[in-house]
């Protein structure tokens, strides 16, 4: 998901937390990206290059995906007693 620099927009601080969390318990997630399409994968981490932040996820079928967080609309765990439902980031 390649997007131009000077249109990035960092995301809040409290709901990266939520993000972090995600990737710490491996959360199974759906995403909902502000273009309206829904990916789900497991969070693996985060990163940080070119001054942008994404978030690195697995899909289903074992291929890491890298997607900016700001273009993330919202986050929804699928896991059992996950530590949060869903959560709007845009």
């Not at 990266?16 to 990916?39: N, P």
């Not at 497991?42 to 990163?47: I, L, R, S, V």
């Amino acid at each position: 998901m390649a997007e131009n620099d000077s249109d990035y927009s960092p995301i809040q601080c409290q709901i990266y937390d939520y993000i972090e969390i995600a990737c710490m318990r491996h959360y199974l997630l759906d995403i909902e990206l502000t273009s309206g399409e829904k990916i789900s994968g497991k969070a693996m981490t985060t990163k940080i290059e070119n001054k942008q932040e994404f978030m690195v996820i697995e899909t289903e079928n074992s291929e890491k995906q890298e997607i900016r967080l700001d273009l993330v609309n919202s986050i929804k765990p699928l896991d059992d007693n996950a530590e949060f439902v869903r959560v709007a980031i845009s």
